[in-house]
Every structure is written in C-alpha cells, then in structure tokens.
C-alpha cells in the first residue's frame, strides 16, 4: 500500500531564513507525489508535483521540492520564508488509473509558523 | 473559471440527525473525489467517481454514508444517521485526465460538520 509520512506536526521559522517540511514516501512502483497547503478556512492548494524528470521540481509561491529516490524523501523548501507562508501543509502520494485520474493519499501535514 | 464549490460552509447537527453535503465539481471534470479531516488528522480518502459512476469507494467509513453523482456533474454526500465521530471537515475536489496526465485535484473549501 501506498503511504506518506510527515514526521514533523509543527515547523517554526523566522522570516527570511530557509525553510524545510519534511515528507517520506512508500509506493510500491512510480511515485507520483504532490504537495498542497491549506490556508485557513480554506480548501488545499496545490503546489506543485513531482512525476519524472528533473528531482528539483518548482512550484508556486516560490517553494520548491527535492525527490530523492534512495532516501525515498520529497521535502518541500523555501530559501526565504515570509509569514504570509503560515499555514497547513500536506504531502500527497498518487494512485494513478490511466484515464481515471485516481485518489491522494496524504500525510497528516505540518503546521508551518513564520514569525517576524 | 469558477472553482469547486461546496455547500454548506458549517454545519451543526443533533446525533441521529441526517445531513447531506453538496459539492459542484469544475465545470467538465469527469473526476470527483470525496474526502474528510477528522479532529486535526490526515485528511482520509472517502470515495472517486468518474462521471456517474464510482470508481473507488473503499474509504467510504460505513453504511450511514451514501453519496452520488447523478448525471454526472454535481454530488452529494448524505450522513444518516450521523454519529458524533463523523464530525469534521468534508473535502470535494475535481479533475480532468487524459491518460496519466496527473493533473493536480481542484479543491472546494470544504463543509466543517460538527455532531452534537
């Protein structure tokens, strides 16, 4: 079965340093892995994915994503974080249908706090 | 375009009380999928349709949940009776494939059902 782990309930960071969350993934073939924030009282976003090619996936907001396929890793990153950046994020690994789309399977996120 | 949208935004119900939850996917996505965040953890899978018919509904928790998609475009979800563990935050999210295109999930801003 397919699962992702995010070790890290909680995340502090002071504005403009760099920022990591963390995520490790199982699949059982190709890992097709994501990752979503979600703003209060809001839905989750998308931010950018991971299917092949470069390990160094960008997305929006400025985060970017590292696969590591030995340590079976995708951590989200920020080289400057801003405290509008605050809110729940969530890894996602995919079960894909050809055609069909198929469900996320997401970690139980990580609260990312920016302070001043 | 409009995005998914979902109705209601909260909902406050009785033990025992039925509820029915509405989702209008994006306009022309096949795919819809269901899920819920209960009490701070991971957001859990519920169900997949692909138009009208459900592709995946292995993480529909029990029989007091029903949901459909007639016509394909918009779903319900419908609790009854509810049970005070079903209390939580109800996610639809919608896409449109093309082979293994992965496209990202579109998600509404969710139906946060308290059972009292």
């Known amino acids: 079965a397919q699962s992702v782990a995010q070790p890290e309930d909680q995340v502090n960071v002071a504005e403009g340093n760099p920022l990591t969350v963390k995520c490790t993934y199982s699949?059982?073939?190709?890992?097709?892995l994501f990752w979503y924030v979600q703003y209060p009282n809001r839905g989750l976003q998308f931010l950018l994915k991971y299917i092949t090619g470069d390990n160094l996936v960008k997305g929006s907001y400025g985060f970017e994503a590292e696969f590591n396929k030995s340590q079976t890793s995708f951590h989200l990153k920020k080289p400057s974080a801003l405290v509008s950046d605050s809110a729940l994020y969530f890894c996602a690994v995919r079960d894909v249908i050809y055609n069909q789309g198929g469900k996320l399977i997401f970690g139980q996120g990580t609260e990312l706090s920016v302070k001043p | 375009e409009a995005g998914v949208t979902q109705f209601p935004s909260h909902s406050v119900i009785e033990k025992g009380q039925t509820v029915t939850l509405r989702c209008d996917p994006i306009?022309?996505?096949?795919?819809l999928y269901w899920y819920r965040r209960v009490m701070g953890k991971e957001i859990k899978f519920l169900l997949h349709?692909?138009?009208?018919?459900?592709?995946?509904e292995s993480g529909m928790p029990n029989n007091r949940f029903l949901a459909e998609r007639t016509g394909g475009t918009y779903s319900t979800l419908k609790v009854q009776p509810a049970e005070l563990e079903d209390s939580g935050v109800y996610f639809c999210?919608?896409?449109?494939?093309?082979?293994?295109?992965?496209?990202?999930?579109?998600f509404g801003n969710g139906t946060r059902l308290t059972v009292t």
């Open positions: 306009s022309g996505h096949d795919n």
């Open positions: 699949v059982s073939g190709n890992p097709y």
């Open positions: 999210a919608s896409s449109q494939e093309r082979g293994f295109s992965n496209s990202p999930l579109h």
């Open positions: 349709f692909v138009k009208e018919s459900k592709q995946d």
